[in-house]
């Protein structure tokens, strides 16, 4: 007889029942038993060794044939016509809240820090593909739809999101709430994202956990920046303001006042060396202003033609700090800090703009779907590209200078070669694009310090992290290959003996406790 057990799920064809937390033999084992059955015609799935470990959840493969049961610690997977162990999952970090399957061989996992992992099943093991993150409490519950293109988390902090998981297959790393504006620290370790009420969210770059909320702007956040040292945030909003906050805490240092922008301030960057802020704005008298980042002083306005003085969609710094690139509804200016001298390039409306690292070469992405690499110092045009059918809205260069990325109001996020603009590839085809409120460009990108990562908005208000080995994927791309993941491998979390847990796809860059063979 069965004593102190819970119901966890029943099986697909409703004729099997799995229970947890159950007294066999004085341990605790989930069990699977036939409800309508005499005596339940249970089978014991396995003895767990650990009394203190309490079953406490559990879910049915989609074809009845495995189970999996959840103890906080780890999921384990079983054979549920044999009723032995498959394998033992392990988390990267934390402790599992909720568990459930999909088609495909997937396997979700709620997690105490408000994210979500999805998971690759192979006969023997489990490869983490993805994590979601964007609750602010644990998540108490994951559901996948049909076909395995969404899933479903709710929380304990009030929320229910829903997640497109279709770019799964291309590399994903992880998906956040995020909108129109996105950025790395410099150290790679956080991931800072703008959302529609205004705010900015400080993510674990890793793990996907909330780290700090910031609240700053009563309109959507156009642009997000860390400075050199991670520790503070500026951010700029379509509501007219400019903050710096303390990306720790979220407190704000200082803000600039309202009346020096009239609209909207389209993007706040800060200097190489953290002393200086740039912003851009639409204003009648000082499209492109310098600020003291301690303090918030005022120091110049860069200057622009009186009758051309309405708008800048753009700004950015050279990598050594002595140039500034702003952007204007006729023409591209680039001015020498030293003495306000500067260089002119009459084009039409130029969305994005980025100084190669080496700060030879200008990128500009513009409003007709044009991609071009400029001479900073003489107006040169070097190359030029037609690709997209919208909206050039984001452009990045990889921290080496070797690729480009560039994103769209076509939906597109592309890589091109940093030097030629030839082709590499399209990385997706979700990208944020326009606002559909203001109908400005809100689709932004960024590579992490290291180069092995790219952000980028995408639609439903959320920012994508694809992991990215750039040479394996120009090999991929030119070979005409999809990217299928690498195997899942054997390891072994703290040492622990006799247990399979999972290894990550990027080793390299996901920071875990386990020792693969």
Known sequence: ???????????????????????????????IVDPLAPNGGSRVLALVEDPQVDVYSGAWSRDGSSVATLNGRSVEVWDARSGKERFEVFPPGGRFTSVTFGPHSLLATGMEDGTALVWALSADGAELILTVGGHTAKVSSVSFNADGTRLATSSDDGSIKVWDMGSRARGE???????GA????????????????????????????????????TGPTNSVAFDPTGSRIASAGSDGTFWLSDAATGTELWRAPKRRFDSWV?????????????????????????????????????????????????????????????????????????????????????????????????????????????DPRTGHELVSVSPHLGEVTGVAFSPDGTTIASSSSDGTVRLWDGRTLDPMMTLATNGA??????????GKVAFSPDGTRLAY?????????????????????????????SPPRRCRPGGASGRVGVSASWPSTRRTSFRCE
Do not use: C
């Open 1 to 31: 007889m069965l004593q102190g057990v819970d119901p966890l799920a029943f099986a697909p064809d409703g004729k099997r029942l799995l229970i947890g937390d159950s007294f066999w033999d004085g341990r605790l084992a989930p069990v």
């Open 173 to 179: 790393w992880m998906t956040v709430t995020g909108f």
């Open 182 to 217: 996105v950025a790395f620290s410099s150290d790679g370790r956080s991931l800072a994202t703008g959302t529609q009420e205004g705010n900015v969210v400080v993510y674990d770059a890793t793990s996907g956990r909330t780290v700090t909320l910031v609240r700053s702007h």
């Open 266 to 374: 389209s993007e706040a960057v800060f200097s190489p060396d953290g002393r200086t802020v740039a912003t851009a704005a639409f204003a009648n008298d000082n499209p492109v202003d310098l600020w003291e980042a301690e303090t918030g002083d005022h120091l110049r306005t860069l200057p622009y033609y009186e009758d051309d003085a309405n708008a800048s969609h753009a700004v950015t710094f050279s990598a050594d700090g002595r140039f500034v690139a702003g952007s204007s509804y006729t023409f591209v200016r680039v001015w020498r800090l030293a003495d306000a001298s500067y260089v002119q390039v009459p084009m039409g409306v130029v969305n994005a703009l980025a100084f190669s690292p080496d700060g030879h070469v200008l990128a500009t992405g513009a409003s007709d779907g044009s991609l071009r690499l400029w």
């Open 433 to 442: 694009g326009l606002s559909k409120t203001t109908n400005l460009p809100i």
């Open 457 to 485: 908005t995408a639609r439903g208000d959320t920012v994508r992290v694809l992991a990215l080995d750039i040479d394996d994927l120009i090999r991929l791309a030119r070979s005409r290959l999809e990217r299928a993941g």
